[in-house]
């Protein structure tokens, strides 16, 4: 028990999952109307999932989830109104890896905090979060 333990505590320092390109809450300017990419790249694990979705206040957490990606490419769009049909993704299930997230016909009302989880393939490691934020400029 004890060599597992031990053994479960050293995969989790060797693999450590993290973002190697993180946005850090730094700001982003679409134009209104147009599109915006959101990219981050990421090592140290197995992946089950990423998610992009509009920042909980106070938190690092997602409020409200818009996309998920799971490893084997499955794409769950949430038909969340403001959001519905402008929202896409694309993560090929590999780490290290990139996810890019992509919000067409950007509104004043897009101009917010969103955020980047990373869920391990692994119970041993916690999900891991970045956000960004979008400031959106008139035409």
């Known amino acids: 028990m004890l060599v597992t333990t031990f053994f479960l505590i050293i995969s989790a320092i060797v693999c ?3 973002f190697t390109s ?3 809450g730094n700001k982003v300017t679409g134009v209104l109307g147009s599109s915006v990419n959101f990219t981050w790249a990421f090592h140290g694990g197995n992946i089950d999932r990423v998610e992009l979705g509009t920042k909980k206040d106070g938190s690092v957490a997602i409020k409200d989830v818009l996309i998920s990606i799971d490893k084997l490419q499955t794409i769950t769009t949430i038909q969340n109104p403001p959001y519905s049909g402008r929202v896409s993704g694309i993560w090929d299930g590999s780490s290290p890896g990139q996810a890019t997230f992509t ?3 950007i509104q004043k009302a897009d101009e917010r905090f969103y955020v980047c989880k990373l869920t391990p393939d692994s119970l041993v490691q916690l999900d891991v979060y970045d956000t960004v934020q979008l400031l959106v400029l008139g035409k």
Do not use: T
């Open 103 to 105: 919000l067409n016909s």
């Open 22 to 24: 993180p946005l850090n």
């Open 16 to 18: 450590l999952l993290e």
